[in-house]
Each structure stands twice: as C-alpha cells, then as structure tokens.
C-alpha cells in the first residue's frame, strides 16, 4: 500500500517509495510464487498494483493464465517485425483491461503518443475508453502526467500544455510544450473509415469479429499503414474477440 500520508506537498520525503514504483513500473517484478520464482511485465505490475478496474472498484488478482498473455503482448511489443496481435479468446480472459493497462503505461510514459480505440458498437467503444480513464483518474498523483483539458472528458485523454489565456502568460510568450507529453487517447465511432490515414501508436480494435454488416477487414486495412511506414513498424495493434456465430459477423 501506498504509505499513508503521502501527498505532492511533502514527497520529498516519500522519495525512495515513489522511485522505487517508477522502477517497477519501468522493469516489471519478480515474486516468488510457491517457492518458484515468477516474472510481472511492467503492464502487469501497473494493473496488479494502481490500474483500478471501473467494473469493481478494485484491482486485478494474480492468474498465472493472464501473466501468459501479458508476456505474449511484451514479445509483440519488443518484436520490431510485429504490427501486434490477433487475439481469439473465450469470455472473461482479461484480454480487454489487460491492453488499457499497456495504454495507460504508454501514453503516461512516452511523449507524443497516439492511441485509438474502436468495438462492436459505439457504445462498446466508449466504455472501453472510460475504462481507461476511469485508471488514470485514479492513479496516485505521481504517475498522472499533466492533463491539457479535463481528466473526465468523456471523449479523450490529452495529457499536455494546460491552457493558459491569462496576460502574464501572453506577456512571457511562453507557447513551448516540451516540457509535457503531448499524447493522447481516444475512441471513434464502428465505421469503417475511422482512424483512416491517422498516425496511432497503439491501437485497440476490441470484438472485432463482431462488427455486423460492416467489414473488420477494410478497416483493418486503412489501419495497418498507418502503422507501418518506409518498411519500419511504428505502431502496435491489440486486437480480440470472441467469436460470433458465421451468420452474425
């Protein structure tokens, strides 16, 4: 747990804690589980330990079956060949928070990060996002980057350079945001032009094979090069279902 008094006005003193949890959250952990010594991937170690789940309040349990698929989305992710992942799956894997936790590592870690999120329905997609932003509203202040806009935008997630209309800051011209991560998330609409010819670092087309009357497959292809450019593989796809039946999609 958290030490118990830790605010942003006295971490100074917190200072070994907090970059001990950038240090796990950057390498992962090992535990020992029943006398054998197991691997966390960074993802897993945030969603185990401060990625709070929207549908319970609470956060993951260990299951040896989920640390498998954490450790086949780190060879997507190191592979420089891989655009991502094809993930078929029975209900309940875990499939779908176990991608929100490596957009949420992402895109409060890397600078100029993109990411999108597409399912079945628009409705599906939206509550896959506020999943996603139901972690970063509660993730201890020293992860949360600084937010450009609202943190409970409903719509998207930019973390970045706040705006600032007030004389003073006219005055200094102070318009650079280096110092911020200028990254973002968001979700679109089940269509089959969305994020058409859009630059994404990360991408979730969550029950893709459950899109009805609309080709998973054309969309995939505006998708995929954006994700590959000059040969070089710039982005990741995690993309899951479980099956429908033929006649529905």
Same mark, same amino acid.
């Not at 003193?13 to 952990?29: N, S």
């Not at 490596?102 to 509550?127: C, M, P, R, W, Y």
């Given at each position: ?28 952990? *090992? ?18 330990? *401060? ?9 993951? &349990? ?61 409705? &599906? ?60 998330? &968001? ?8 994020? &058409? ?13 459950? *899109? ?7 969309? *995939? ?29």
């Amino acid at each position: 747990e958290m030490p118990k008094g830790l605010t942003p006005d006295n971490e100074e003193v917190y200072t070994d804690y907090i970059l001990q949890e950038f240090r796990r959250r950057r390498e992962g952990l *090992w535990f020992m589980n029943n006398g054998k010594a197991v691997y966390i991937t960074p993802e897993h170690y945030m969603g185990l330990q *401060w990625n709070q789940m929207a549908d319970t309040g609470g956060y993951k &349990d260990f299951r040896m079956a989920q640390a498998n698929m954490y450790y086949f989305a780190k060879a997507c992710l190191v592979d420089y060949r891989s655009v991502g992942m094809f993930f078929t799956k029975g209900r309940r894997t875990g499939f779908t928070e176990m991608v929100l936790d490596h957009l949420v590592q992402a895109s409060t870690s890397v600078k100029n990060f993109k990411a999108g999120i597409t399912s079945k329905t628009n409705d &599906d997609a939206e509550v896959a996002y506020l999943k996603y932003s139901y972690v970063i509203q509660n993730l201890p202040f020293f992860f949360q980057p600084v937010v450009k806009g609202k943190i409970d935008d409903t719509k998207k997630m930019v973390f970045g350079k706040p705006s600032d209309n007030s004389k003073a800051s006219k005055k200094n011209r102070d318009s650079s945001t280096n110092d911020y991560l200028n990254s973002m998330v &968001d979700f679109r609409a089940t269509a089959i032009l969305s994020y &058409d010819s859009v630059k994404l670092n990360m991408y979730l087309g969550d029950e893709a094979s459950k *899109w009805e009357h609309l080709s998973y497959i054309s969309h *995939w292809n505006n998708i995929k090069p954006t994700m590959v450019q000059g040969g070089k593989v710039v982005g990741k796809a995690f993309i899951g279902s479980t099956l429908n039946p033929l006649k529905r999609g």
